[in-house]
């Protein structure tokens, strides 16, 4: 048996720290245990022990694990946290296979010492460990269960109410870094009448990890669609890896905590200043397949829907309702959400009209995408217009809203819309707005025939839009950055910000063009040296010491002709004696034109190697519409990086300026994002602007730092 097999469905459970008070951690778990042996869902075995204790009522209390004489597959550790290494050795010494550890006070509260402790006791003896620091996990199926709360606790005016619901048997994993938030997710799935497969609470890893339930339950054939909730995780390439294997068997949805975190690197470059930890995870998740949501509520929602649903094939959406207004909310909402709405084809709309002359639909109905019914929309009218517009299978996804209130809608029209789309295995969800009595009933009854309702129409859109985006992830494996750069000449650079012609250097080795660029440190060499270049030009200050040169006036623009480039140069002459910086000369260039793109990458403390793509120039820090990428990236991963974009648009040229060559500019991208992989010295790289003007694609300004610290 694998150690997944031990740990969700042992033969044999001892639980350590059993007491005579039925209050404490250990006592409360073996109840728990013993209450789901006597209703026949737990088979194992299950022993209480306790050195000090010889019996609770009649139930034989063990001194120690190797005093039991059969095979102990589970032990449970909810002792103090410095007796648990002494614990855990007894164990692994005892052929246990798997501890799970629910004590606290290790690494948490700084015992790292604890934890390492633990490591080494799980390396000697291999026994395998889920927590410490850990509500440890809940299996419906096979009634293992040790998380320690009350399902009904009083309240102050003497009522006893629920208060952590008993988790019903479905097909939702749920894995979470936090024990308290995998009870609010327990709390909020049985609300919405959501069965659960297990849950897994990780604790403090120091050996089983998100990683090993992620890939448990991507084999599993219990679980559909694994909810996981993270904080932080040390290896980021890791966590990617197993989450492409995760959602490539099925939807995995994710959601992060952390998110407000700021950058805390150097801001040398834009890409520094402007990228933090949040948006580098939110882009990994995206490389991975992974369904991204923002809190518990949409974690529920996205979950729901593809607990009862399976993934749709694509984004048409079919939208038909009896409240006008939801119909125009929902148009807006859809294209928010990646959706489209697309008339109805022509032979259904005929059909439908014939209908509506004949009398059969009101006749102030227009028959459009969404339709409204109006009031006056009967539950017969819903089931005629739904089973017509969706005969063709032209739709990937249907949003109904029968509203109650109008007194036309019956009850009926759950059993109608139900039959069909169940029959057909339409991808249908039904938003039900309201609190009355009969909102809840009629969500409640689409919900329990296997049809995801929600009471907003947002909620529904976003759990749709989910539905049409899980995509199986292309067979992604994230690598290690190699130690050594691959460009040899690097190791003679020291470290410290990259001098701007071994920037451009870099940039030129990758295939990577830079425009036409003169060096002049005098007036002689001004004049002899222009000669080889043609106008206009753009003259700019040469100096080690200015990272920003625009921001010192050192930038001068559309230099028409030898009299313009001699004024520029002395304008430049004068504004470096001001600032008070040695003169290095300055720097003559070719003109381009085009598009103004960023493109930067920075090293990321989880991800490691990161690159980003910005609409650029000097407006970067005011647009911040960057996308951001683990790197390196493949064509095809630029071109979503490219969608992520608010001002995408502007790629498809803009008044005199060309479309963008996409595969030419893609392959540069994914070309830039290899030189930060490749030569781990380099930690942040930034060409600002790239030009690009149809096919043209040039680094018109390159920036970076070196550090091998
Ligand atoms: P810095 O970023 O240090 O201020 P840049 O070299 O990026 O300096 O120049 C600032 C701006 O000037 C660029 O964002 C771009 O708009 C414009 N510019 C610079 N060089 C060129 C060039 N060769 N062709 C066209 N525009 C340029
Ligand atoms: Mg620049």
Redesign the pocket.
């Given at each position: 048996m694998n150690y997944m097999e031990y740990l969700f469905n042992p033969r044999s459970i001892a639980v350590i720290g059993v007491s005579a008070n039925p209050s404490k951690l250990g006592s409360v778990i073996y109840h728990k245990l013993m209450k789901n042996k006597k209703a026949g869902i737990l088979k194992a075995e299950v022993y209480p022990v306790n050195p000090k204790l010889s019996q609770i009522g009649d139930v034989k209390v063990y001194p120690r694990i190797s005093s039991i004489d059969n095979e102990v597959d589970l032990v449970v550790i909810a002792v103090p946290a410095e007796s648990v290494p002494e614990v855990l050795r007894e164990a692994g010494e005892n052929n246990v296979k798997v501890a799970i550890i629910i004590s606290g006070g290790f690494a948490e509260i700084g015992r790292n010492d604890l934890d390492r402790e633990l490591r080494k006791i799980i390396e000697e003896t291999g026994i395998r460990v889920l927590g410490p620091n850990t509500l440890g996990i809940v299996d419906p199926y096979t009634g293992v269960d040790t998380f320690f709360l009350p399902t009904y606790k009083p309240l102050s005016d003497g009522r006893i109410a629920e208060s952590l619901p008993e988790v019903v048997a479905g097909n939702v994993a749920v894995i979470s870094q936090s024990g308290a938030l995998s009870e609010v997710i327990m709390d909020c799935l049985k609300v919405s009448g959501i069965g659960i497969r297990a849950i897994a609470c990780v604790g403090n890893q120091v050996d089983l990890s998100i990683e090993d339930f992620l890939e448990y339950f991507a084999e599993d054939r219990l679980t559909k669609v694994i909810a996981t909730y993270i904080e932080g995780v040390r290896n980021g390439r890791r966590l990617l890896n197993a989450l492409v294997k995760a959602s490539s068997k099925k939807p995995v949805v994710i959601l992060k905590a952390g998110k407000t975190e700021v950058a805390k690197r150097a801001a040398y470059t834009h890409t520094a200043s402007m990228v933090g930890n949040i948006e580098v995870y939110r882009g990994a998740f995206k490389q991975a397949g992974v369904i991204e949501v923002d809190n518990m509520e949409e974690m529920v929602d996205v979950v729901k829907v593809f607990s009862m649903l399976e993934p749709a094939k694509g984004n048409k959406l079919f939208v038909l309702t009896n409240a006008g207004g939801l119909a125009v909310i929902t148009s807006d909402l859809a294209l928010n959400y990646g959706l489209t709405l697309p008339d109805i084809p022509s032979d259904m709309k005929n059909i439908l009209e014939k209908m509506r002359d004949e009398g059969k639909i009101p006749s102030i109905v227009v028959i459009q995408n969404p339709i409204d019914l109006t009031a006056q929309g009967t539950s017969e009218i819903f089931e005629e217009v739904y089973k017509i517009v969706s005969s063709t299978n032209y739709y990937d996804l249907y949003l109904l809203m029968p509203s109650h209130q109008p007194p036309a809608v019956d009850d009926t029209v759950i059993d109608r819309i139900s039959k069909i789309a169940l029959q057909n295995h339409h991808k249908l969800v039904v938003c039900e707005h309201g609190e009355s009595e009969w909102s809840k009933i009629i969500r409640e009854r689409f919900d329990s025939l296997g049809i995801p309702a929600y009471s907003d129409v947002k909620r529904a859109i976003r759990a749709l839009s989910a539905l049409a985006s899980y995509k199986k992830p292309e067979n992604r494996f994230f690598k290690d950055p190699p130690k050594e750069d691959k460009i040899r000449w690097l190791r003679d650079l020291p470290d410290g910000s990259l001098r701007i012609e071994h920037a451009v250097r870099i940039l030129n080795e990758y295939d990577i063009e830079t425009?036409k660029?003169i060096l002049v440190r005098d007036r002689v060499e001004l004049l002899e040296e222009s000669k080889k270049i043609s106008f206009p030009?753009?003259v700019?200050i040469y100096s080690g010491k200015?990272?920003?040169?625009?921001?010192v006036g050192?930038?001068i623009?559309g230099v028409k002709n030898l009299g313009e480039l001699e004024e520029s140069y002395r304008m430049l002459e004068n504004r470096m004696r001001e600032l008070g910086l040695e003169w290095e000369g300055v720097m003559v260039?070719?003109?381009?034109?085009g598009i103004?793109l960023l493109v930067g990458s920075s090293w990321d403390n989880v991800f490691g190697p990161t690159i980003t793509l910005g609409i650029?120039?000097?407006l970067t820090e005011i647009l911040r519409d960057f996308s951001v990428r683990v790197a390196p990236v493949e064509p095809e991963e630029v071109i979503e990086m490219v969608n992520d974009l608010k001002m995408k648009k502007i790629f498809e040229g803009f008044r005199n300026i060309p479309p963008v060559n996409m595969e030419k500019l893609s392959e540069k991208i994914s070309a830039f994002s290899k030189i930060i992989f490749e030569n781990p010295s380099i930690k942040q790289l930034e060409i600002?602007?790239l030009?690009v003007y149809g096919d043209k694609i040039?680094a018109?300004?390159v920036?970076g730092i070196i550090s091998r610290t």
């Open positions: 425009p660029t030009v753009v700019k200015i990272t920003h040169k625009t921001d050192g930038v623009v260039q070719e003109m381009a034109s103004e650029g120039g000097v600002n602007p030009m040039v018109v300004d920036r």
